[in-house]
């Protein structure tokens, strides 16, 4: 019997000020018109999670694709993973330098490779051979980005963090993008897509592109993505531990307000995170005073900034 389609996306979660607030859901909204006109056509879950996420790294206000955040250098460096939760094909970047879309060098990764992850230089050479085009790293940076790291390190310099821990206050930015999907056939799939953190060291990775920490699939559990600051994320390998929540029969919903929790009770972190089952319910939750979400299901749409819950 087939299935009324999900979609829900997350573009960050951080204290968004309130300038920033109607770009933000621009974005998300722009995102979810983008894998929606997939779902409704009866495209598959992981193409509608590729489109909605390709729109989000090609708008520059999020922290993903070109307007990413810069590191330590001054380059941008990015991380993307996708997954399907129908067979656990999954497909990851990291720190690559030359693609303006890293989530399609993923998908790539997923549907064509043996292998589930690449890094750096071989993951643009595989994209190259695989029909991307490179840019220029200088083509993904903005002066927007430049001013903030130099405004970020001049007062690192001045008043240096005793554990460096500053660089992750929930109003530094997390506009890390992710998108959640259910199609008519059942199917659920998830994609995450970043720039990391603000001056990162070069190599680093975060959680996102990490399978099981900033995304990930399975049509027996449920479909996750979150954001937030990547490192506590990933020592809790948070996307797991929630989809196991809800394979253990608890409700998206409450799994993801649980995620919150334990992140923030066992690591201190924060972030956010969207979660999704393969019967279409879904849970939105944060634990930073905002995150740039939407949805849409086939009786309603809303987007928003300050929700915990569908
Ligand atoms: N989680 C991302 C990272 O640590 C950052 C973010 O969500 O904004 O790389």
Same mark, same amino acid.
């Given at each position: #019997?087939? *299935?009324?389609?999900?979609?829900?996306?997350?573009?960050?979660?951080?204290?968004?000020? &309130?300038? #920033?607030?109607?770009?933000?859901?621009?974005?998300?909204?722009?995102?979810?018109?983008?894998? $929606?006109?997939?779902?409704?056509?009866?495209?598959?879950?992981?193409? @509608?999670?590729?489109?909605?996420?390709?729109?989000?790294?090609? &708008?520059?206000? =999020?922290?993903?694709?070109?307007?990413?955040? %810069?590191?330590?250098?001054?380059?941008?460096?990015?991380?993307?993973?996708?997954? &399907?939760?129908? *067979?656990?094909?999954?497909?990851?970047?990291?720190?690559?330098? /030359?693609?303006?879309?890293?989530?399609?060098?993923?998908?790539?990764? %997923?549907?064509?490779?043996?292998?589930? !992850? =690449?890094?750096?230089?071989?993951?643009?050479? =595989?994209?190259?051979?695989?029909?991307?085009?490179?840019? /220029?790293?200088?083509?993904?940076?903005?002066?927007?980005?430049?001013?903030?790291?130099?405004? !970020?390190?001049?007062?690192?310099?001045?008043?240096?963090?005793?554990?460096?821990?500053?660089?992750?206050?929930?109003?530094?930015?997390?506009?890390?993008?992710?998108?959640?999907?259910?199609?008519?056939?059942?199917?659920?799939?998830?994609?995450?897509?970043?720039?990391?953190?603000?001056?990162?060291?070069?190599?680093?990775?975060? &959680?996102?592109?990490?399978?099981?920490?900033?995304?990930?699939?399975?049509?027996?559990?449920?479909?996750?993505?979150?954001?937030?600051?990547?490192?506590?994320?990933?020592?809790?390998?948070?996307?797991? $531990?929630?989809?196991?929540?809800?394979? @253990?029969?608890? %409700?998206?919903? $409450?799994?993801?307000?649980?995620? #919150?929790? !334990?992140?923030?009770? /066992?690591?201190?972190?924060?972030?956010?995170?969207?979660?999704?089952?393969?019967?279409?319910?879904?849970?939105?939750?944060?634990?930073?005073?905002? #995150?740039?979400?939407?949805?849409?299901?086939?009786?309603?749409?809303?987007?928003?900034?300050? /929700?915990?819950?569908?």
């Amino acid at each position: #019997m087939p *299935t009324d389609p999900v979609l829900v996306v997350h573009g960050g979660a951080w204290a968004i000020p &309130d300038d #920033m607030v109607d770009g933000h859901l621009h974005g998300v909204r722009n995102a979810i018109a983008a894998g $929606w006109r997939v779902l409704e056509s009866g495209g598959a879950a992981l193409d @509608a999670v590729e489109e909605s996420v390709v729109i989000m790294e090609d &708008d520059e206000i =999020f922290d993903a694709g070109r307007g990413s955040f %810069l590191n330590r250098d001054g380059k941008v460096q990015l991380d993307a993973l996708i997954m &399907d939760g129908a *067979t656990l094909r999954a497909g990851g970047v990291g720190c690559v330098e /030359r693609l303006r879309n890293p989530v399609r060098a993923a998908r790539k990764i %997923l549907s064509e490779s043996s292998h589930v !992850y =690449f890094v750096g230089a071989g993951a643009e050479q =595989f994209a190259v051979e695989h029909g991307s085009e490179l840019c /220029r790293n200088e083509d993904l940076v903005i002066a927007r980005e430049v001013e903030r790291l130099r405004e !970020y390190q001049q007062k690192a310099a001045e008043s240096p963090a005793k554990d460096g821990n500053d660089l992750f206050a929930p109003t530094i930015s997390h506009d890390t993008v992710g998108a959640v999907a259910l199609d008519r056939t059942g199917n659920i799939a998830a994609a995450t897509s970043t720039g990391g953190t603000l001056s990162k060291a070069p190599g680093r990775l975060g &959680d996102s592109s990490l399978i099981g920490c900033g995304c990930y699939a399975d049509n027996l559990s449920a479909a996750v993505s979150t954001t937030g600051w990547g490192e506590p994320i990933m020592k809790l390998v948070l996307a797991k $531990w929630t989809a196991d929540r809800v394979a @253990a029969g608890n %409700l998206p919903e $409450w799994a993801a307000q649980e995620a #919150m929790n !334990y992140l923030q009770q /066992r690591l201190h972190g924060h972030g956010g995170i969207i979660v999704l089952n393969a019967q279409g319910q879904f849970g939105i939750s944060h634990n930073t005073p905002r #995150m740039a979400w939407a949805f849409k299901t086939i009786k309603k749409e809303e987007a928003g900034v300050e /929700r915990s819950a569908p």
